[in-house]
């Protein structure tokens, strides 16, 4: 593919999903070796499975820490984190997934949409603000509490919860001449619609991944390969 000009008045928005991460080792969710292929969702990240079981969720999550803590950003997150430097508040950057691999490459204008892995925060939802949290529990016991006296729970949207932050999303998109989707299946709502919202605004949009995501009828660019070999210099 050609180039893709950014001119000095366009505002870009970039969506990154779990095929940006897997191309830094790790797992996605929906892959036939994937996630899911050894823990249920209904088991891990629901609510229910919180109320239920909350070692078994935090044994998950503490093992993807592990996984995280090992992998390193790859050129499209890096990539990314230099048009954010040269673009600065014409930026900006939502991510589903909840490793740190774009902090860690230089991304600060940026918003993880389900959560991040690296936080926890009280079940009981007090107001108290999610606390940075590295730690790989072994068990139960290990596990703080909120000084009201719920457990911290992994930071991380379950299935069935509200998106973070989604009133902010929609500004962004609304003000996006620009969509660049990455590694994203689309597949996962809401974010599966936020090309669809940016194409009424009148938008360009771009989809990079290993293969056509689901909804590749509402891009304008379908850029078939590995983001990072596709993202870096894709830019003028």
């Not at 950014?6 to 897997?22: H, K, M, N, R, Y």
């Not at 457990?151 to 379950?158: L, N, T």
Request: net charge negative.
């Amino acid at each position: 593919m050609s180039k893709i000009p950014i001119d000095s008045s366009d505002q870009v928005f970039v969506l990154t999903g779990a095929g940006i991460s897997a191309e830094s080792g790790l797992p996605t969710f929906r892959a036939s070796d994937g996630l899911w292929a050894d823990s249920r969702v209904e088991d891990v990240c629901t609510p229910d499975a919180w109320q239920r079981d909350p070692e078994r969720v935090w044994a998950f999550y503490s093992a993807r820490r592990a996984a995280g803590a090992a992998a390193q950003p790859n050129p499209a997150h890096i990539a990314l984190a230099e048009l954010e430097a040269r673009l600065g508040e014409r930026f900006f950057l939502c991510t589903q997934n909840v490793d740190d691999l774009h902090e860690r490459a230089g991304s600060r204008r940026l918003l993880h949409m389900h959560g991040e892995l690296n936080k926890a925060r009280c079940e009981n939802e007090c107001g108290a603000p999610p606390l940075t949290d590295r730690r790989i529990y072994q068990t139960l016991n290990e596990v703080g509490r909120c000084p009201c006296g719920g457990r911290m729970r992994p930071h991380i949207v379950f299935f069935g919860e509200v998106p973070l932050q989604i009133e902010r999303i929609h500004r962004e998109i609304d003000r996006a001449t620009l969509m660049l989707v990455v590694g994203s299946s689309g597949s996962v709502y809401p974010a599966a619609n936020f090309v669809h919202w940016a194409r009424r605004n009148g938008a360009r949009t771009v989809y990079i991944g290993p293969e056509p995501p689901l909804n590749a009828e509402a891009f304008t660019h379908v850029v078939e390969g590995k983001a990072g070999e596709v993202l870096p210099g894709l830019f003028e």
